[in-house]
Structure formats: C-alpha cells, structure tokens
C-alpha cells in the first residue's frame, strides 16, 4: 500500500487533532508539524512527530504529498491556503460561509497554476452539513432546509473574538433558539434566517477598563456576530479554565417537503461531538487522502466536499466499498 505523506501546518487544538487522526490511518504517514513559532517549544502528542520552522517548508516539496492547513479562518486561512497551494496539494476547513466563494476563487487561481489540488472548507460545516443539505434539496425540492448548530463551541468564532485588541482568552457558543428547532422538527417552518435561529453567547477574558470597547467591537463584528443576538460575558481566567475548557459541539440538517398532497417526507442528519476540533481534524485528514488521490489521477484547481466523491475519502478500494457498505 502507498503511503500518502503528510504534513501539518499549525499546532494548536486542530492541529493535534489531526496529528492523532493520522496515527490511526493505515496509509498515511505524518512527515512533520509546520510552525511559525519556536519548534523546540511545540510539545507534540507524539514525541516522535518531527517539528520544523514556517521558514523550512519550501525545503518539502518533494517529501510531502499533501499539507492539512490547521489555521484559524478568520486570518491565517485566506492567505496561507493560495500561498501554499503552490507547492503543495492542500486540505483546509476555512468556516466562514460568507466568503466561502471568495476563498475558493483564491485559491483555484493558485492550484490550477501549480498543478496542485486544494480541497476547501471541509469539516462537518461546512462540509458534511453541506453535503445534506444539497441531498435533501435534490431529493425534495418542493421543501425548507434548516441547519441548526450547537449547542456548542466554535472554534472559527472564538478565534475571531480571540483576536480583538485586549481580549486576553475568549470562547464562543453557538446555541439554537429552542421555539425555532421545534418548529423545523414539527413541520411549522422555522424563520429561514439563521440568524433568527441562533443566538451566541461570548465569555471573555480580558481587562476591566477595556470591556465595554471589547464588547462593542464583537458585537458589530461582520460576517460572525453583527446579524445575531449576542450575549457577552466577562470572566476571570480561572472561570474559563474551569467551566469552558471542553470543546462539545454539533446540530443539525433538517429537511421536509411534500411528495404529493398530505404526503410529508423529512431528512435528518445530526452531528453529537465530545470534541469539535478533533472532528473537524478526522474529516480534514479523509480529504486530505481525497486530494492526493484526484492529483494523481491529473485533476488540479480548488475543490469543496460537492466536488468530490465519498470513494475517494477512504482507503478501501471500489470493490470493497461496494461489498461492504452497498
């Protein structure tokens, strides 16, 4: 069996997610961690795992068949995933719905340039949560899709908070509002916003004489907070450490329409996850096999999970799936 080598780009809680991930694949092998900051000072979970300076990378091309970039998407993702998409096939979980688009159109201009594959925006959403809701409306037109998220952590938006001047630790839950998933689940037809379907809540660390900027500034954040309602709390370090230092999360893809007359079908996928970042690593790590293969079938240019079939996520061949799971 062909080992597909892999290198990891960021080594925060995603990044050791997909550490662990690929130690459990028979046909990966893990050539390194990639890091801006000082590599003697990354503790990897394995201590075995290699770590090597940002500034070494180009030195990988020939060594590394695909790179997971384990960035944040508010910053690091938009011009980490184009610029290493020149030398490498990539894999990356950018989350902001908003600009997926924009991302995409980014990165293709570099991967057909390059000759390279970068798989975009995959994780359970987007990704997974994507593919069902396309399922749902291809199998039903005639009907609403609701996706509901939480409660839970988010990681993409509590990075976005993490970032604003002053905030010394942050954590983000994206919690649904309980009369609207009854309404979805019921057949009412929840409010087709989903920012009407959700409300976020904040908690922060951060100085007392900066709090009300602070808050300011993460309520009228675009594209992550300014359509919700937003709760913002200010805690101590150690009440963070305490009370939210787990990283639960999940939802739901909820779609109903009419047959004929009387007739209501309904599609239900849902996600319960202990860990949200080690999730989102797992997924991240199956498109990273899913990339390697569609470049070395000669496919090149930016890919999301609508692009790509579920047989190239696995290691099994065609034969096997079909024996197996058909």
Not at 71 to 82: C, F, H, I, Q, V
Not at 94 to 107: A, G, M, T
Not at 163 to 179: D, H, L, S
Not at 254 to 261: A, C, Y
Request: hydrophobic letters at 35%.
């Amino acid at each position: 069996m062909q080992h597909i080598r892999v290198g990891i780009v960021g080594y925060g809680n995603l990044g050791r997610g997909a550490e662990m991930a690929i130690k459990k694949t028979s046909d990966m092998e893990l050539i390194g961690v990639f890091t801006r900051r000082e590599p003697k000072a990354i503790q990897t979970i394995d201590a075995d795992t290699k770590v090597y300076h940002m500034d070494e990378i180009n030195n990988f091309q020939d060594k590394i068949d695909v790179m997971i970039l384990c960035g944040g998407s508010a910053n690091d993702l938009p011009k980490m995933s184009p610029e290493i998409v020149k030398q490498f096939n990539i894999v990356d979980s950018f989350d902001n719905h908003s600009q997926i688009l924009e991302h995409l159109n980014r990165v293709q201009v570099k991967a057909q340039a390059s000759g390279k594959i970068g798989v975009i925006s995959v994780g359970w959403d987007p990704g997974l949560f994507s593919m069902n809701r396309l399922l749902g409306e291809s199998i039903l037109p005639q009907g609403e899709t609701y996706t509901f998220w939480g409660e839970g952590l988010s990681q993409g938006h509590s990075e976005a908070v993490r970032r604003v001047n002053g905030v010394k630790n942050a954590v983000q839950y994206t919690v649904p509002i309980e009369t609207e998933l009854n309404k979805a689940r019921t057949g009412q037809g929840a409010d087709s916003n989903a920012a009407k379907r959700h409300k976020r809540v904040c908690y922060v660390v951060a100085d007392k004489q900066d709090e009300e900027r602070i808050e300011h500034e993460i309520k009228t954040m675009p594209h992550y907070f300014v359509d919700y309602e937003t709760d913002v709390h200010f805690i101590t370090a150690d009440e963070l450490t305490k009370n939210h230092s787990k990283m639960k999360h999940g939802g739901f893809v909820i779609h109903s329409g009419e047959t004929s007359e009387n007739h209501n079908q309904a599609l239900e996928f849902s996600a319960t996850l202990d860990s949200n970042p080690e999730f989102t690593a797992s997924v991240l790590v199956a498109y990273a096999r899913a990339a390697f293969k569609l470049n070395q079938a000669g496919e090149k240019g930016a890919k999301t999970a609508f692009d790509i079939p579920f047989s190239a996520l696995t290691h099994k061949s065609r034969e096997d799936v079909i024996r197996e799971l058909l």
